[in-house]
């Protein structure tokens, strides 16, 4: 069964760092074209935190993790890195990875209804 899975989630203190990591062994190059970390916070809607354009590994951050977050991909592995560092509590929230194999405009979209697939997500407390 095609699937993402996350991991890496925990509870750090404010100005902590995580890693965060999405195993997409099962899709294949097209069906990944874009990779996307989103998140949702506690009775908020979901949004983007960064995606990366797998074929040259292109990134596009959100302004509220830039300088602190870095989206990164292994290929040989078909997985998917989130580095968070300066972590804040505005971060906390559930965090999944989305994959999408279609870009818009030549961008790879942001909207998390534009990904085909999501994980099951992995929750990311800061503390302060």
């Known amino acids: 069964q095609d699937q993402l899975v996350e991991s890496g989630g925990g509870s750090v203190q404010d100005g902590g760092s995580l890693q965060l990591s999405c195993a997409a062994s099962?899709?294949?190059?097209?069906?990944?074209?874009?990779m996307a970390w989103f998140r949702q916070a506690p009775g908020k809607e979901l949004n983007g935190v960064a995606n990366?354009?797998?074929?040259?590994?292109?990134?596009y951050y959100a302004d509220s993790v830039k300088g602190r977050f870095t989206i990164s991909q292994n290929n040989a592995k078909n997985a998917l890195s989130l580095q968070m560092n300066m972590l804040k509590p505005e971060d906390t929230g559930m965090y999944y990875c989305?994959?999408?194999?279609?870009?818009?405009?030549?961008?790879?979209?942001?909207?998390?209804?534009?990904?085909?697939?999501r994980g099951q997500g992995t929750q990311v407390t800061v503390s302060s």
């Open positions: 099962v899709y294949t190059t097209s069906q990944r074209l874009c």
């Open positions: 989305a994959a999408a194999g279609s870009t818009y405009g030549g961008n790879c979209p942001r909207r998390s209804d534009l990904y085909t697939f």
């Open positions: 990366i354009y797998t074929p040259n590994g292109n990134p």
